[in-house]
């Protein structure tokens, strides 16, 4: 699995997104929309994709309207000073995953997301058959 943004500010790009540490977040450097793009060598099944977010810590810095897209689909989602992590369903096979940040709280400029979970199965009998209707 790869993980590229779309822009970061030094000493706030892809290492401190992975940390665990909550005072470490990728915070980026550039106008409106900000990306996150996952890939993987191979199409996989995944669940879900999770990102972390402190509006009490970042107020204008927090995302409010982000795009999830992969395959041929995607979707919109309006956060509301969301805190902790915020689950962005896939539920899909796929090689290829982005997250566009398209609106701030209040308007504001650059955003901050303090964590990302990929879920996904490793299980290649359920990665299989995950597409049939039985």
Do not use: C
């Not at 993980?3 to 540490?21: C, I, T, V």
């Amino acid at each position: 699995m790869y993980l590229y943004l779309s822009s970061f500010k030094k000493g706030y790009g892809l290492k401190e997104l992975l940390s665990e540490d909550d005072n470490e977040y990728w915070s980026t450097d550039s106008v409106l929309p900000h990306g996150i793009t996952i890939t993987f060598n191979s199409k996989e099944y995944v669940y879900s994709v999770e990102l972390k977010f402190s509006y009490e810590k970042d107020e204008s810095y927090t995302p409010h309207k982000i795009e999830v897209s992969y395959n041929n689909s995607s979707y919109i989602e309006i956060l509301n000073q969301p805190e902790g992590y915020v689950e962005f369903k896939i539920d899909a096979i796929t090689d290829k995953i982005q997250i566009a940040i398209l609106l701030n709280h209040t308007d504001g400029k650059d955003s901050h997301i303090h964590g990302i979970k990929v879920k996904k199965s490793e299980d290649k009998f359920f990665r299989n058959f995950s597409n049939k209707i039985f």
